[in-house]
T-cell receptor, first 106, second 114 residues
């Protein structure tokens, strides 16, 4: 069993749909990170959170420390949101999930 | 700021050759990370530095891999000798204050060892 597990592995949505990507972890953490990897390969940090909820534009990240679970939500999805979304958990050393490939069709 | 800079962007080499990957972190960032990404294993931390000092190198796969950070603006990851299984994308990232802060990733170096 991986220390950081994401679901689903692949997700296809229609433009405008609400999207949820889940992340469960078994490692102790100081913070949980959500990353976005573009089709060209570049990686961008979306969120870093240790409690509660954060929002940036159409993206919302939540974390439940007791349940060791985090979710990334995308509201009003758009084709430009198509990317791989990666969850990473840990303290000084991050452990990464396998990523969720999101495709948003127009 | 130009962001994290990595060179080369692509490297193709033959098995047994030495490979050196380079990274320039964002100015003022005192943490630097080297990651490897493969289809089989995803993203893995290889090593990270704080104020130019290696803090955790437990992810370095074997003695063929070495990393240095001679000053705050430059780091290298060297593979000698290279093997086909080293083929991967190598990312460098930097952060300010601590490893639990937002990390800024470079564009990566795609290494192919034939």
């Amino acid at each position: 069993k991986n220390e950081v597990e994401q679901s689903p592995q692949n997700l296809t949505a229609q433009e405008g749909e609400f999207i949820t990507i889940n992340c469960s972890y078994s490692v102790g953490i100081s913070a949980l990170h959500w990353l976005q990897q573009h089709p060209g390969g570049g990686i961008v940090s979306l969120f870093m959170l240790s409690s509660g909820k954060k929002k940036h534009g159409r993206l919302i990240a939540t974390i439940n420390i007791q349940e060791k679970h985090s979710s990334l939500h995308i509201t009003a999805s758009h084709p430009r949101d198509s990317a791989v979304y990666i969850c990473a958990a840990g303290g000084s050393r991050l452990t990464f999930g396998e990523g969720t490939q999101l495709t948003v069709n127009p | 700021d130009a962001g994290v800079i990595q060179s080369p962007r692509h490297e193709v080499t033959e098995m047994g050759q030495e490979v050196t990957l380079r990274c320039k972190p964002i100015s003022g960032h005192d943490y630097l990370f080297w990651y490897r990404q493969t289809m089989m294993r995803g993203l893995e931390l290889l090593i990270y530095f704080n104020n130019n000092v290696p803090i955790d190198d437990s992810g370095m796969p074997e003695d063929r891999f070495s990393a240095k950070m001679p000053n705050a603006s430059f780091s290298t990851l060297k593979i000698q000798p290279s093997e086909p299984r080293d083929s991967a994308v190598y990312f460098c990232a930097s952060s300010y204050v601590g490893p639990n802060n937002e990390q800024y990733f470079g564009p990566g170096t795609r290494l192919t060892v034939t």
